[in-house]
């Protein structure tokens, strides 16, 4: 049985005793009404880690970064480090969200060093994927998705690749209202499995989760969620109220 997960991606956003308050509800909402069967994330800034570790149950609820550093250690002013993640408490890390992408130039090359890093050190990559609007409207999606991840997590070994959560978040969806159909979901979900099962078998491809991302909310969470390939959700803007994220966990 492949795990449901729901990981929220707090952006940036919230400041320390905000994210430390919403952690706090997170976990009491979580531990009287949550779904016992469902994983769940708290993607937080990194100066948050250590304090939402400290907040939660950690043994309900994980902790992530939503990026690391591309070097392991050294004169990279600024930059965190997947060992200083780790060193945190926190066990996942974010990794190639769209917005890094778009907005810092993150190439598949300094994704698959990060990928690398954050394997390294123990922490589990949420990996995302996903098409612009013109990709989409030119339907020619599959081909595009395919490409990122022949480019990236493709090149890992297959014990490496089934450590892996695998986030599929078209770009005209994020924070837009948009949220893709179930149809739209489950359709793209199922071609990233089956490009899964013929570069590593169908037994790893069965494995891994894909997680939905885009305007993903408590009203159409059980939609998306009921197809047979979302195995649950990367959560932006609904994972900033306790009460809409636990709707969306408690959406299965
Ligand atoms: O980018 C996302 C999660 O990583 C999705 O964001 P929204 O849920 O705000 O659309």
Redesign the pocket.
Known sequence: MRKKIVAG?W?CNTNLQEGIELAKAVDAVVASEGADDVVVVLGTPFTHLTKVVESVNTERIGVSAQNCAAEAKGAFTGEVSAEMVKSTGAEYV?LG???RREYYGETSETLNKKLALTLENGLTPIY?CGEPLEIREAETQNEFVKKQLEETIFTLSPDDFKKLII?Y?PIW????GKTATSEQAQEIHAFIRSTIAEKFGEEIAEGVSILY????KPSNAKELFANKDVDGG?????SLKAEDFLGIINGF
Not at 173 to 176: D, L, N
Not at 213 to 216: D, I, L, M, Q, V
């Open positions: 991606n952006k974010i969200h769209s917005e995302c986030a978040e969806a994020i924070g837009t991302g885009g305007s993903c990367l959560i932006g803007g609904a």
